[in-house]
C-alpha cells in the first residue's frame, strides 16, 4: 500500500489540449520488488493452511516450481497491475514540491483549483475513492466560499434515485468515461477526456 517508487506526470507540449506524460514507474524502488515477493510468499503460507485444505487444490500461478527468489520476482514483474488509485500528482502543501494550497488553489496560477484524490500527500490506508468521498464536502465549502461553484453551475457526481437510476437536469452533466490520473489534466485546465475505443 505504500510503495517506495514514485511516478511522474509531465507536460507533453505547452498545448492545453494535450494528453499528459505519465511514467508509473512500478517497481522502480527495489524495495518494492522485495515487498511484493514477500507478500507472495505471505500468501502462498495462508493459502497452505490446513483451514483451506477442502478448497486448495493447486498453485495455479506462479506454481510451486517457481520458489526462488529470481523466479519470484521475475513473475512479479510480468504480472503486476496497477490497483489504480494514484494519488499526490497536486500534492496540497505549502513547500516547495506542493502544487496546492490548503484552499486547493494551484500555486502560482489564478483562478484554477484541484480538487480530487491527487491533492492527497501521500496514500491513505483505505481505499482512495472513500477518502475523497470523506473530504468531498470540505472542498465542496473552500470552493462554494470563493465563488468557485457558481462559475461552474454543474455537480460532478450523477445524483441517483433509489432505482440507481441517473437522474438528469440542467446541474448534473451526464457521465462520461474519465482517463485515470485526470488530476494532471484538470492541472491544465481540462476536466475529462473521452477515452478512445
Keep these: 500500500m505504500r510503495p ?5 506526470v ?5 498545448q492545453p489540449g494535450a494528453l499528459p ?8 524502488d527495489d524495495r518494492d520488488l522485495a515487498t511484493m515477493v514477500q507478500g507472495l510468499r505471505l500468501a502462498r503460507e495462508i493459502g497452505q493452511a490446513g483451514a483451506l ?8 500461478k506462479p506454481g510451486t516450481r517457481t520458489d526462488d527468489d529470481a523466479a519470484l520476482q521475475a513473475y512479479v514483474r510480468r504480472s503486476l497491475a496497477s490497483y489504480f488509485h494514484p494519488v499526490g500528482t497536486c500534492r496540497i502543501g505549502e513547500d516547495a514540491l506542493a502544487v496546492v ?3 486547493l488553489r494551484v500555486h502560482g496560477v489564478g483562478g484554477l483549483r484541484v480538487a480530487d484524490g491527487s491533492v492527497m500527500p501521500s496514500i491513505p490506508s483505505a481505499n482512495t475513492n472513500a477518502t475523497v468521498f470523506v473530504r468531498s464536502p470540505n472542498a465542496l465549502r473552500t470552493c462554494s466560499a470563493a465563488g468557485v461553484l457558481d462559475a461552474m453551475r454543474c ?3 450523477p445524483r441517483a ?5 441517473p437522474v438528469r437536469d440542467r446541474h448534473v452533466p451526464p457521465p462520461v468515461r474519465a482517463r485515470p490520473l485526470t488530476a494532471p ?13
Excluded at 21 to 28: E, I, V
Excluded at 53 to 60: F, G, P, Q
Design 101 to 103: 494550497d490548503r484552499h
Design 4 to 8: 517506495h517508487s514514485r511516478d511522474t
Design 21 to 28: 506524460r505519465l511514467d508509473p514507474n512500478y517497481l522502480g
Design 53 to 60: 485444505d477442502d478448497w486448495r487444490a493447486y498453485e495455479m
Design 185 to 197: 489534466c484538470a492541472a491544465a485546465g481540462i476536466e475529462r477526456h473521452e477515452l478512445p475505443e
Design 155 to 157: 455537480c460532478p457526481f
Design 161 to 165: 434515485d433509489p432505482d440507481n437510476r
Design 10 to 14: 509531465r507536460l507533453s507540449s505547452a
